[in-house]
């Protein structure tokens, strides 16, 4: 996708702005702006913005003021963890601010993926109300425990700032 807007959603379930199944996505430029994810139960609804299921890439997209009542207040992702390098989340001079998550991941929650890189982006303003990572929670959850699967998570040349948390780091 190049240049999309998606704006002011509500989902009962995952990916409140969009939910991909697709594998390797990539996403160029474009606002994910006000959507929310209420799920079913408490503690579900994850992925405010996007839920994605499959390996995403973002490059200068904005997600700003998004809600999941679940993890992953801008994004969730969840790696594939199939053959590495699997790679759950890659994002490259995007901004993540002032999402919220009720539980962990306020601007980004990801899980497996061989790696998760963050390279030039602005993680601000983001707030997970009940759990850990209030800007970015990297859970290193892997289906596979071959040690070739491990999760890891790189942050370059980017501002993470004014995140909060409720335990953790924010």
Do not use: C, H
């Not at 999941?68 to 759950?88: C, D, H, I, K, R």
């Not at 901004?95 to 993926?113: D, K, L, M, P, R």
């Not at 289906?143 to 699967?149: E, L, S, T, V, Y």
């Amino acid at each position: 996708w190049t240049n999309l807007t998606v704006k002011q959603n509500l989902a009962y379930a995952d990916g409140g702005g969009v939910d991909l199944e697709i594998p390797n996505f990539t996403w160029t430029g474009g606002t994910v702006l006000g959507n929310r994810a209420l799920g079913q139960n408490v503690g579900s609804g994850d992925g405010g913005g996007i839920y994605s299921g499959a390996d995403v890439q973002l490059s200068g997209v904005t997600l700003t003021n998004n809600l999941a009542y679940g993890n992953g207040g801008a994004v969730f992702a969840l790696g594939t963890g199939v053959t590495p390098p699997s790679q759950a989340m890659a994002a490259t001079n995007s901004t993540f601010a002032n999402n919220e998550a009720a539980i962990s991941g306020g601007g980004v929650y990801v899980v497996g993926g061989a790696s998760n890189n963050f390279l030039a982006d602005t993680i601000s303003g983001n707030m997970a109300e009940t759990g850990n990572g209030g800007g970015l929670y990297n859970s290193g959850g892997q289906a596979n425990p071959d040690p070739a699967f491990a999760s890891t998570l790189s942050v370059e040349n980017s501002t993470v700032t004014a995140n909060s948390a409720a335990s953790g780091v924010g």
